[in-house]
């Protein structure tokens, strides 16, 4: 949106090895009022989260399932709304990424606008809190 000023109201941090879904959901979130950032490693989440307050995490599981669970297990006490992306391979793994804290796993591959559209979801509910 050019020319326009638009005020920042959420974030959403995704975090996967090679950008995907980061530009897929600049492209499907560009006219709404949330930033999407992107990041390699679940080291640098707790960062970028903090940085842009109401924030919603998306973790791509597969590339690195040790890293994404150990990152929910150090959230327990205070969780970020987190929507784990799964896959066939690790579908199995949803009731354990729900334990830790996950509030929405992704077992199949799905469109850019249906992961912007839930999204949108949580941080509407977090901005409703």
Do not use: K
Not at 3 to 25: R, S
Not at 68 to 79: Q, S
């Amino acid at each position: 949106m050019s020319g326009v000023l638009q005020v920042v109201q959420g974030a959403i941090v995704v975090c996967e090895p090679t950008p995907f879904w980061t530009p897929a959901l600049q492209r499907a979130l560009d006219r709404d009022p949330y930033v999407v950032r992107g990041c390699r490693h679940a080291g640098e989440l707790d960062v970028l989260a903090a940085a842009h307050g109401t924030t919603v995490i998306v973790y791509e599981l597969a590339s690195n399932p040790a890293g994404c669970l150990a990152w929910l297990a150090a959230r327990r006490t205070r969780p970020l709304p987190t929507i784990v992306m799964g896959s066939e391979t690790t579908a199995e793994l949803e009731s354990v990424c729900r334990e830790l804290g996950a509030h929405s796993f992704i077992p199949e591959l799905i469109t850019r606008i249906d992961l912007a559209d839930l999204c949108r979801r949580w941080l509407q509910r977090l901005a409703a809190t």
